[in-house]
């Protein structure tokens, strides 16, 4: 019999090196699998892991695809520090995307500078708005947010798919399901020219330094992780937990609204069916990579794209298949969930009850 | 022992991360994969919008590509990317594609087409093929396949073989392509049966097998015995060979997968076209261009007719050899809509400019558009 047993206090140290530890076993069994599929795992890994920092482009990609991760990724990892789980970015993407982008589509052809910063705005208040129906229904009848805010992603989804097949559809498009490009005051400026790299990568680092001052500095952050460590020490404390709820998803939705909208205005150029692949689910991967901290948010943020763009690059180099990439991310995250356990417990065999 | 002091977090964090990891695993795993390219004369880029397992439209692409490498041999090197979603990550892709050294650049699902066009003009001495688009420039050419002309022989095999008069269609997205598919099936159908009727069911995705499936049962249960299907998984042709209704195999020969149900499948042949471009490319005469080829030309073609008594497959027969020979036309008139106003008079054709922009059902499809 295999039990569990607690070592008391974590190493605080070993606690942040287990994503560093994950990773390298991560790459450990890359290098293995390659080596059975055939491949050689030497050039594999090069591809994979090193290649895409060799040209500006691919460098700069890693933060045009990052940059909707961290942002999401942050507002996660406060909603979690307060056991508050919004499985449901990916929905309040979608909408942040459908009020920014109904916005530039609204206002097509007027030349104005206050047009982007009102996308962002109302990517916002449509990520809040939807990150506020799991808030509401988990403060007023205890309903799970889980499942609310998933569930909720469907449906924007499907909104989304309503709105580009009829309303919003590109009138000279011959009927196919898109929006029209956006007009040149609707995008999103690039930072580098030649790049795709874009004014949200800054807007993602300068919410990680306010989430973390808000985080260690403020009353707010403390209570958030009060109610996620004691909820009953929390509640004896006198803590609105109602209002933290409200605090943690309009936050997060908010940043996932933002992410949509920057999406929309600074990558993709106009309303599709599907604006994200997923980001708003990787993100949760991501957040708990960053050990739920900003600054490790953004850093996971940067290995979850190298994890996609490197796959890129090693199909294209190497004829790797496309699976590997979601075999990494899988491996990743099982590694850096075994690591943990094996930090904060240790295995004990036998029947017998440990002393101390 | 103590007590697990982060319970909740844990167990619900591995829970959310299961999650997440599942929602990153969308597509199964691929075969191994391309030859590596090297140094040639002519490097050929291709990305697909699912896996090239898929058994339907990703893998048809593939297998082109891999009739390119079989006819050129060592003048051409190949690569792919699977699996590519239609946002922001194909212009990454596509520009990888692009600055790597590779010539000649297919992208092959309609969602690519601004992605396709941005890169294009990013990269002037590329050349780029861009599938069922509409967007051309000098270095972009578009091509695509009628398939709706193999619909109308499934249509007729479809009103010979019913014995509810109803036929059931899993479609992907409402766009012209798949509902010209849909109208072309229910007048072959009705060429030869004027009680049948088609209903349709949207599944809003080219490749989930599990949504694919679902609908294909819902389907049957509401007295199908005939299923058709626009989207790339074999899944609900399997679910009318388990049923013991009949159906059609999409894009690929699928009668590995329903010995016993599949009638016949459209078979996208991109190999001839593929081959040619490449070789247009390697002799310095390719030029930017629109191709939408049917069965005449082969880029379409039927698997054989299976699954019936040989005076339909007579029938089925005759259909397809009046259509390469353009003695009929899949929408000849009289065209009649949903509504019951003629939409072209007897003696005329639809043209493809409508054909291309089709957003109506003509009669006998049960149901209104999603709009």
Redesign the interface.
């Known amino acids: 019999m295999i039990r569990l047993e607690s070592k008391g206090e974590p190493s605080r140290l070993f606690s942040y090196l287990s994503p560093v530890l994950a990773m390298v076993l991560t790459v450990g069994t890359g290098a293995l699998l390659f080596e059975l599929m055939g491949k050689p795992a030497g050039p594999s890994l090069y591809a994979y892991f090193i290649q895409p920092f060799t040209t500006l482009y691919g460098a700069s990609e890693l933060g045009v695809k990052a940059t909707p991760l961290i942002l999401i990724g942050l507002g996660l990892s406060v909603g979690f520090r307060a056991n508050v789980w919004n499985i449901g970015a990916e929905g309040q993407l979608t909408l942040g995307a459908i009020a920014g982008g109904a916005l530039a589509l609204a206002f097509y052809e007027v030349e104005t500078p206050l047009l982007l910063p009102a996308m962002m705005i109302a990517g916002v208040l449509g990520g809040m708005a939807w990150a506020a129906i799991p808030a509401f229904l988990r403060v007023k009848f205890n309903a799970n947010e889980i499942l609310v805010s998933l569930m909720l992603t469907y449906v924007a989804l499907l909104l989304l798919s309503y709105l580009v097949h009829g309303p919003l559809r590109d009138p000279d498009g011959f009927n196919f399901p898109e929006s029209r490009l956006f007009h040149d005051s609707a995008t999103m400026p690039t930072l580098i020219s030649g790049t795709r790299l874009h004014w949200g990568a800054v807007l993602a680092v300068l919410a990680a330094g306010a989430i973390w001052l808000m985080l260690s500095r403020s009353m707010l952050g403390f209570q958030l992780k009060i109610l996620g460590d004691a909820p009953r020490a929390a509640r004896f404390a006198g803590y609105r937990e109602p209002k933290l709820v409200w605090f943690s998803l309009l936050l997060s939705g908010g940043l996932a609204g933002l992410a949509g909208a920057l999406e929309v205005s600074g990558t993709v150029g106009q309303l599709i069916p599907t604006i994200s692949p997923g980001y708003g689910f990787t993100a949760i991967i991501v957040a708990f990579l960053g050990r739920l901290h900003p600054v490790g948010v953004v850093i996971g943020g940067l290995t979850m794209a190298l994890t996609y763009i490197g796959g890129e690059t090693a199909q294209i180099e190497i004829g790797l298949p496309a699976a590997v990439t979601g075999l990494f991310q899988g491996v990743l995250l099982f590694y850096l969930l075994a690591c943990d356990v094996l930090i904060n417990y240790r295995l004990r065999f036998g029947r017998r009850l440990a002393i101390g | 022992?103590?007590q697990?002091?982060?319970s909740?977090?844990f167990a619900?964090?591995?829970i959310?991360?299961a999650?997440?990891?599942a929602?990153?695993?969308?597509?199964?795993?691929?075969?191994?994969?391309?030859?590596?390219?090297q140094a040639q004369d002519l490097k050929v880029?291709f990305i697909y919008v699912g896996?090239?397992g898929d058994h339907g439209w990703s893998y048809r692409h593939n297998e082109g590509r891999l009739s390119i490498e079989k006819a050129l041999g060592d003048k051409v090197a190949t690569?792919?990317?699977?699996?590519?979603?239609?946002?922001?990550?194909a212009?990454?892709?596509i520009?990888?594609?692009a600055?790597?050294g590779h010539n000649l650049i297919f992208t092959t699902s309609?969602?690519y087409m601004?992605p396709t066009l941005k890169v294009a003009k990013k990269f002037p001495n590329v050349k780029f093929e861009h599938a069922t688009g509409?967007k051309r420039v000098d270095n972009l050419s578009t091509y695509s396949g009628r398939f709706y002309e193999g619909r109308y022989v499934q249509g007729v095999i479809a009103g010979m073989m019913t014995k509810t008069n109803v036929a059931g269609y899993v479609a992907s997205?409402?766009?012209?392509e798949v509902v010209r598919g849909i109208n072309s099936f229910i007048r072959g159908m009705r060429s030869v049966n004027p009680d049948a009727t088609v209903k349709v069911v949207w599944v809003?995705s080219w490749y989930d097998p599990g949504k694919e499936g679902d609908a294909a049962k819902a389907l049957i249960d509401q007295g199908a015995d005939i299923i058709s299907q626009h989207t790339d998984s074999p899944a609900p042709l399997q679910t009318a060979e388990n049923r013991g209704v009949l159906g059609f195999g999409q894009a690929s020969d699928m009668i590995k997968f329903a010995p016993k149900a599949q009638l016949t499948a459209i078979v996208d042949d991109w190999g001839p076209y593929y081959i040619q471009q490449a070789k247009a490319v390697l002799d310095g005469t390719w030029e930017s261009m629109d191709t939408w080829a049917g069965l005449k030309e082969g880029m379409v073609a039927m698997a054989p007719f299976t699954n019936m008594p040989d005076d339909v497959a007579a029938k089925a027969q005759e259909t397809l050899d009046m259509i390469k020979s353009g003695a009929l036309h899949p929408f000849q008139g009289p065209v009649v809509n949903q509504a019951g106003e003629v939409v072209a008079e007897e003696g005329t054709v639809l043209d493809d400019g409508v054909l291309?922009?089709?957003?109506y059902y003509v009669e006998g499809v049960e149901g209104s558009l999603?709009?």
């Open positions: 022992m103590r697990f002091p982060i909740r977090r619900t964090g591995l959310a991360g999650a997440a990891v929602a990153v695993f969308g597509a199964p795993f691929g075969v191994d994969g391309a030859s590596t390219a880029g896996p090239i690569s792919y990317v699977e699996s590519v979603s239609e946002g922001a990550d212009e990454r892709v520009t990888q594609l600055s790597s309609f969602g601004n509409y997205f409402p766009i012209p809003n291309l922009g089709m957003n999603p709009k």
